[in-house]
């Protein structure tokens, strides 16, 4: 339903704009609505499948650096559903890219629930540590 759809994005904007209550709500709505999703699953298909994705975790993938293209092109490759990606060449305002690394050409973070990995700095580096994480 289009109502879940709203849910999932207010939870993306919780994680890009640090509004941690934000995604508490969200996840309270589903939290309300889960008896329904499993007496209902074919009406409540949507709601289903984000509670699923929850229960995986949302991967969340920040790349930043001044020669960040042909990278952002390659990961943009990678199948690696379930995730959040965000990325800029420039410090942001957004308070998910503050304070990243901008001074070396490229620099990936992948983090889970807020908490993030160590820098990685190399195409198979990061094809290696994401093969791990596992997808939905």
Not at 30 to 47: R, T
Not at 63 to 91: M, Q, R, W
Not at 100 to 106: G, S, T
Request: charged fraction near 20%; proline fraction near 4%.
């Amino acid at each position: 339903s289009t109502n879940s759809i709203m849910l999932e994005n207010i939870y993306y904007l919780s994680v890009i704009l640090n509004k941690k209550d934000w995604g508490a709500a969200v996840k309270h709505s589903f939290w309300l609505l889960k008896e329904k999703v499993g007496e209902f699953p074919h009406s409540f298909g949507s709601y289903a499948f984000m509670i699923l994705k929850w229960a995986a975790g949302i991967n969340e993938i920040k790349v930043t650096g001044f020669d960040i293209k042909d990278f952002v092109a390659e990961i943009n490759k990678l199948y690696f559903p379930n995730k959040i990606f965000s990325h800029s060449i420039k410090p942001s305002q957004i308070p998910y890219l503050k304070n990243c690394n901008y001074l070396k050409p490229f620099t990936v973070q992948v983090c889970k629930g807020f908490l993030c990995t160590d820098t990685i700095s190399d195409l198979e580096e990061f094809k290696r540590f994401t093969s791990k994480l596992g997808t939905f």
